[in-house]
């Protein structure tokens, strides 16, 4: 188990080791460079990243510059994985690939390290490779030995590569499946959408045409108001108009109360009237008759003496000529002479003349 202490975390996120905890592609590496001349060892750098819905690790290694007689400038390459440490793994494998076609001197074994037959399953085989392997042996040769294992480590990158690959088709299935049932979910639900759209629609053309109804009903509202306004105000024209003819009917009533009293007035005066004609009446009969004496008036029967109907004569003006005998004399009111003359008139009596008469004082 490495220790906490070979790896380091950035401000940026990254996790950083030299991996010379661990044996493998990295110590390799490390012992490759330093034959050639490098002093510090490459640093391995990684984080987590997504795509989708899979996650795994960005992994980047750094080769530090080469200083002394043959230098050379810092290099890096990158890559991805599911864990941290097979991606460094496989981040090495590349950087020992990169750095052998670079140097001339692995350049004759690089043609035989491809089809080196490392993954073989007789026991002759076998031996033979740890043969290659041993360095106590005589006329060992610590490049065959290193490539050698690299090509072991190489085959072990593509196991993991296999078994990568077997997770990320695993993944890829399942995010298939649950793609698909996502798209069924969705289609269901675009469904749903397009169906409650058309509910929406529907209610949308209900709303414009209650609104439209409301609109006509607000109209026809106001018309009706505009309407009841003329009406107020005629009904206010007519009020005024029956306040005017009830003060008239008012100052009409004092005048037919005013013309009943006349009337009562003159009824009464008519009813002497027409008892003076009767008697007027009786008259004529009279005269009708053989000639008698004319009457003579006494002072009993017109309620004065003697002496008194001489002053009365007396009193009136010279002008005024006495009734002749068998002739009757009316008194009325100055204002009502008129209407008895036509009611006279009316019953055929002629009215000889009218003067006036003023009663002694």
Same mark, same amino acid.
């Given at each position: ?5 070979? $790896? ?219 309407? %009841? ?110 209407? %008895?003359?036509?009611? %006279? ?9 009218? $003067? ?6």
């Amino acid at each position: 188990m490495a220790a906490l202490s070979d $790896f380091h975390f950035d401000e940026d996120g990254w996790v950083r080791s030299t991996c010379l905890h661990r044996e493998g592609l990295p110590v390799l590496l490390w012992e490759v460079l330093q034959e050639f001349g490098h002093t510090e060892p490459p640093q391995y750098y990684g984080r987590v990243s997504s795509e989708g819905a899979i996650s795994g690790w960005e992994a980047r290694l750094r080769v530090p510059a080469r200083l002394g007689l043959f230098q050379s400038d810092p290099w890096e390459v990158h890559t991805e994985g599911a864990e941290i440490l097979s991606v460094w793994d496989r981040a090495a494998a590349m950087a020992i690939t990169q750095f052998c076609e670079q140097e001339p001197i692995f350049a004759s074994y690089s043609a035989s390290t491809v089809g080196f037959p490392v993954r073989v399953t007789s026991e002759y085989s076998r031996q033979r490779f740890s043969l290659l392997l041993d360095s106590t042996l005589p006329g060992h040769v610590p490049a065959l030995a290193r490539i050698a294992r690299y090509a072991a480590g190489m085959l072990g990158v593509c196991d993991q590569f296999r078994s990568e690959n077997t997770l990320y088709r695993q993944g890829l299935r399942t995010a298939h499946t649950t793609t698909q049932e996502q798209t069924q979910q969705i289609l269901g639900q675009s469904q749903q959408l397009a169906e409650q759209s058309q509910q929406v629609v529907w209610l949308a053309e209900q709303f414009l045409e209650q609104e439209q109804r409301v609109v006509e009903h607000a109209q026809q509202i106001a018309e009706q108001s505009q309407q %009841l306004e003329e009406q107020s105000q005629q009904l206010a024209e007519q009020t005024q108009q029956l306040a005017e003819q009830a003060q008239q009917i008012e100052e009409l009533t004092e005048q037919v109360d005013d013309q009943e009293a006349l009337a009562d007035h003159l009824q009464d005066a008519l009813q002497v009237a027409l008892g003076n004609v009767h008697q007027l009446q009786l008259q004529q009969q009279q005269a009708a008759a053989p000639p008698e004496p004319p009457p003579q008036v006494s002072g009993v029967e017109s309620g004065v003496g003697p002496q008194e109907m001489s002053d009365a004569a007396s009193s009136v003006g010279q002008n005024d000529v006495p009734p002749q005998a068998g002739s009757t004399a009316i008194l009325v009111n100055e204002q009502n002479v008129a209407h %008895l003359q036509e009611e %006279l008139r009316a019953r055929g009596i002629e009215v000889e003349r009218v $003067f006036e008469y003023q009663p002694p004082r």
